[in-house]
């Protein structure tokens, strides 16, 4: 944000900080009181910065959503690679040392309140959906594309719910060729 002097650049991102930690442990729900004191500053310093808790939940969305998928979006050559590309990454991130997607929490988290729900479904769908319609054959890309969304946050998801169950042990390879034996059915409209 340009026009912060540095004291308040480094406020702006104590309460970005702050926000994150809050919104990944409760979700659209955390007071934006409790946000403040944790970053040091007032209530008041949230309507200066971001202005409303709506925009705050906004940019703090911009930066913990997924863009993996968007960057190999924009250099997968075609539907195979891309398939492989996402799958790969998704194994990845399921691995036990794989560091939580706060995203993902926050989301979780956040999915009964209709502002959040929202503002997250744009991001995912301006980070993971705005060139896979591309890929995708056939009239029905939309419902297409919606559903490979939709294997994408569920996996992501388990990878929490479920983090001792088989998708974060056993062979990689092996569930990298699933996904992407899965991400390949559901973009061809395969039944």
């Known amino acids: 944000m340009t026009g912060l002097s540095s004291k ?30 944790n970053a040091g500053v007032t209530a008041m310093m949230i309507k200066r910065y971001f202005g409303s808790k709506e925009l705050l939940f906004r940019e703090v969305a911009n930066t913990v959503l997924p863009v993996f998928a968007g960057e190999i979006l924009k250099s997968a050559p075609d539907l195979t690679t891309l398939c492989r590309s996402i799958a790969t990454a998704l194994v990845a991130e399921a691995e036990p040392r ?11 988290r956040s999915m009964n309140n209709e502002v959040a729900a929202t503002i997250l479904c744009r991001r995912f769908v301006a980070h993971c959906g705005w060139a896979l319609p591309e890929f995708i054959p056939g ?21 929490f719910v479920g983090r001792t169950m088989a998708l974060s042990h056993g062979e990689p390879v092996a569930h990298a060729e699933r996904l992407q034996a899965l991400f390949s059915a559901v973009a061809e409209g395969v039944t």
Request: glycine share 8%; charged share 20%.
């Open 139 to 159: 009239s029905d890309k939309a419902q297409r594309t919606g559903v490979f969304l939709s294997v994408i946050a569920s996996f992501q998801a388990m990878q």
């Open 8 to 37: 308040g650049a480094v406020r702006r991102e104590a309460l970005l900080e702050s926000a994150r930690w809050s919104f990944t442990q409760l979700g659209y729900n955390a007071g934006l009181r409790d946000i403040a004191r």
């Open 98 to 108: 794989a560091s939580p997607m706060d995203g993902m929490l926050i989301m979780l």
